[in-house]
Nanobody
Framework: QVQLVESGGGLEQTGGSLRLSCIAS????????MAWFRQAPGKEREFVAA????????YYAESVKGRFTISRDNAKNTVYLQMNSLKPEDTAVYYC???????????????????WGKGTLVTVSS
């Protein structure tokens, strides 16, 4: 089992920045591919960004490419999402997720994730 706890959400103005953190416990973090997803009100959960277990592979949704950066610190069991140039359409609950099977080819699929955090709310005002 893996427990994931997100933090860092809040209210920010358009153009501002936030950094989300997700700390993992219960399993060797360094073996897990990690991802961020988000869900806006009335919409389906969507993929945001992913990082492989060793940090060597990164992948981003087109909507956040160039603005968001995913990173990880395996010594701290933590994955981060640095969000810059925020837009109102970035408003959502952001979820951290873990894939223990390392199926990178499915990393954008919410159904492929094995563990989820409870989410942290990001609100971007216009």
């Amino acid at each position: 089992q893996v427990q994931l706890v997100e933090s860092g959400g809040g209210l920010e103005q358009t153009g501002g920045s936030l950094r989300l953190s997700c700390i993992a416990s219960g399993r060797t973090f360094s073996t897990l591919d990690m991802a961020w997803f988000r869900q806006a009100p009335g919409k389906e959960r969507e993929f945001v960004a992913a990082i492989s277990w060793g940090g060597g592979r990164l992948y981003y949704a087109e909507s956040v490419k160039g603005r968001f950066t995913i990173s990880r610190d395996n010594a701290k069991n933590t994955v981060y999402l640095q969000m810059n140039s925020l837009k109102p359409e970035d408003t959502a609950v952001y979820y951290c997720a873990a894939d223990q099977h390392n199926h990178w080819y499915r990393i954008t699929a919410a159904g492929a994730m094995d563990y989820w955090g409870k989410g942290t709310l990001v609100t971007v005002s216009s």
